[in-house]
């Protein structure tokens, strides 16, 4: 061994010896505070796997693809960031569980409690939620595209925003759902209940709102351009501004509804009834008007019309 090589072998166990005592600690410790995550996370996939029943459990980014869970438990679990892609989740229970950013996308979901529950800004494209409990859930930002929701219930779910561009929602519970500013062109939502809704600012052009009920609901701004509205309920309903270009409101009821500005340019009014509703500054140029009545309604110049 040369000089230099006896100086770079001293000079290696000087530093060994100064500094590996700490940065063996160091380690040591990184693997410790590794470990204790491992095991934090562990105990919720084993339970969860082991007996079905996790609720409350600890499950946030958990690999849980093209598994089965169904009829398992769930409930007010955190799932934030969670893989459940493809899987078989009919019935599950996921009241109040917060599954904030997560992927269930082509997820079976027929049937599942989801009561309560945070899916905003998830993945839920191509998922199967008929059937499903969806009641005051929220969707915020989350996909949606080619989601099916028939028989869902919907109650005061929070649907802001949506994509519902071709959704079947006929005879669905929507009571008090908030769907403003959402994107409902051609849905079929024949009988649904809608009543209480908010559906401010929301494209339903071309919608199939036939026989719904959408009494008491804020449509103010709302674009129902040939949009189905046969025999619908409007009763005391918000449209203020509303589109309503071409649409078929034959034989709807329209009682006590603000309809103050409203476009009803060339609309089907044939039997509507518009008792006590007002109609102040509202476009009727070309609306088939046969038998309809406007018995103590605010007619478009202001004047109120006598029975």
């Known amino acids: 061994m040369n000089e230099v090589e006896l100086k770079m072998g001293n000079f290696l166990l000087g530093w060994l010896l100064r500094f590996g005592k700490s940065i063996l600690l160091?380690?040591?410790?990184?693997?410790?505070?590794?470990?204790?995550?491992?095991?934090?996370?562990?105990?919720?996939?084993?339970?969860?796997?082991?007996?079905?029943?996790?609720?409350?459990?600890?499950?946030?980014?958990?690999?849980?693809?093209?598994?089965?869970?169904?009829?398992?438990n769930l409930a007010a679990a955190d799932l934030r960031g969670a893989d459940l892609s493809q899987s078989d989740l009919r019935g599950l229970l996921l009241?109040?569980?917060?599954?904030?950013?997560?992927?269930?996308?082509?997820?079976?979901?027929?049937?599942?409690?989801?009561?309560?529950?945070?899916?905003?800004s998830a993945d839920l494209g191509g998922v199967?939620?008929?059937?499903?409990?969806?009641?005051?859930?929220n969707l915020l930002g989350a996909n949606l595209i080619l989601?099916?929701?028939?028989?869902?219930?919907?109650?005061?779910?929070?649907?802001?925003?949506?994509?519902?561009?071709?959704?079947?929602?006929?005879?669905?519970?929507?009571?008090?759902v908030y769907l403003p500013n959402a994107n409902l062109m051609n849905a079929d939502m024949v009988g649904a209940n809608l009543r209480s809704a908010d559906l401010s600012s929301a494209n339903a052009q071309s919608a199939n709102l036939k026989d719904a009920n959408l009494r008491e609901s804020n449509l103010r701004g709302a674009n129902l351009s040939r949009s189905?509205?046969?025999?619908?309920?409007?009763?005391?309903?918000?449209?203020?501004?509303?589109?309503?270009?071409?649409?078929?409101?034959?034989?709807?009821?329209?009682?006590?509804?603000?309809?103050?500005?409203?476009?009803?340019?060339?609309?089907?009014?044939?039997?509507?009834?518009?008792?006590?509703?007002?109609?102040?500054?509202?476009?009727?140029?070309d609306a088939i008007l046969t038998d309809a009545d406007f018995c103590d309604a605010i007619l478009p110049d202001g004047k109120e019309n006598d029975c």
């Open 26 to 72: 160091s380690l040591l410790a990184f693997f410790a505070v590794l470990g204790l995550s491992v095991v934090a996370q562990t105990p919720g996939i084993n339970q969860l796997a082991a007996t079905r029943n996790c609720p409350g459990c600890d499950l946030r980014g958990a690999n849980l693809s093209a598994i089965s869970l169904a009829g398992a």
């Open 95 to 120: 009241g109040n569980a917060d599954l904030r950013s997560a992927t269930l996308v082509n997820s079976d979901l027929s049937g599942a409690n989801l009561i309560g529950a945070n899916l905003g």
């Open 128 to 137: 199967n939620l008929k059937e499903a409990n969806l009641t005051r859930a």
């Open 147 to 176: 989601i099916q929701l028939g028989g869902a219930s919907l109650v005061e779910t929070n649907l802001s925003g949506a994509d519902l561009r071709d959704i079947y929602l006929e005879n669905t519970n929507l009571r008090g």
């Open 228 to 285: 189905s509205l046969r025999g619908a309920d409007l009763s005391q309903a918000n449209l203020q501004g509303a589109d309503l270009g071409q649409a078929d409101l034959e034989a709807a009821a329209l009682e006590g509804a603000n309809l103050k500005g409203v476009n009803l340019e060339r609309a089907n009014l044939i039997g509507a009834r518009f008792v006590k509703a007002n109609l102040e500054g509202a476009n009727l140029k």
